[in-house]
């Protein structure tokens, strides 16, 4: 007889747990016969102790069973997903879906919400006024069958072992864990019933795995787990060390997308929608298009535009702005040198962009903007930084926490590249 006691035990002494513990412990926890003390012992062990390839295969297994799989078999175009690990200021599914949906690959983009430093790509696309993002099975099918491109609420019914496992770890600091990571986000994208996932892996001050060696074996882990499901699982290894693009917040994300999808926008957010793209392509069998062509004339604008009307968003409604800004000037004239992905977040989150609670309505106009980028020249007494916020009392804090953490330099630096490496 298997007890939740015996199966902390093991795993706090080093040991291996048996595919039928996991099976049984998973089951049990989602059933809530395992209590959450049991889960949250059993989690840390975990995070401590590591798991084996064998542990982590069937835990991910365990959990995809835990609920329902979409079938997407009635959409009659292949379909290819991207996650990303969750950075600072990463808007690149808001261009990247439409995007890869003009080239006739369906994309079922099942988003979050932002929790703690890193924003929600829901919570930045319900800024478009009216936009929905709670969408059925039957929708989610329709719209991809129709536009190609759906980014929705993952339904109820999809791992809910993870659902309630991933809100357990945010309150128990085990967060952190290559095999609870891996586990949670490819049974969730296992579960979607896409044909391929690429997966944009960061790295950095701003993302969950701060150096390359845990990013890459977390990388490793997702990709083998994906393969091990049939699922053509590729990933991308890039740069979170500064924030992505020049925004961070809700809606100024979105004005961002706006740009990018308009053929502009900032070179390291287009540079990395086109990588993913052409990756989703090749893993579609659609090798050797051009992204980068259908942002210049304007065909994943019209995509775009098809996608939020489908889901009942205003594409042309003015997007929200906070009531108040203020700006952070360089005191010293020369280069920007460094701007930390991590205190960017942080500060967006302050003021007002995320959320402190599960459940906190977040402000659509808040989150930080960056007037001068890494590399880019500033003169003493330039604005750097603009803050929005709608709640001037939340200013102070933003401040405070990006007091020493960009510098301005004598010398230009070169920011490096944003794909880092490739796998699968
Ligand atoms: N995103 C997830 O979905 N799960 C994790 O564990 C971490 C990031």
Redesign the pocket.
Known sequence: MITAVDVIRTKRDGGELSTDQIDWVIDGYTRGEVADEQMSALAMAIFLNGASPREIADWTAAMIRSGLTLDLSGVGRPCVDKHS??GVGDKITLPLAPLVAVFGVAVPQLS?RGLGHTGGTLDKLESIPGFDVNLDEAGIVAQLKEVGAVVCAATGDLAPADRKL?AL?DTTST?ESIP??AS??MS?KIAEGADAIVLDVKVGSGA?MKDFDRAKELAETMVRLGGAHGVDTRALLTDMSVPLGRTAGNALEVRESLEVLAGGGPSDVVELTVALAREMLDAAGRPGLDPAAALADGRAMDSWRKMIAAQGGDVDAPLPTARHTEEITAETGGFVVDMDAYAVGVAAWRLGAGRTRQGQSVQAGAGVEILKAVGERVEVGEPVLRLHTDTPERIEAAKETLRGRWSVGAEPVERGPIVLDRLG
Do not use: E
Request: cysteine-free; overall charge positive.
């Open positions: 690990t969750g979050g991933y770890r967060v609870l990571i949670s986000i969730k969950f």
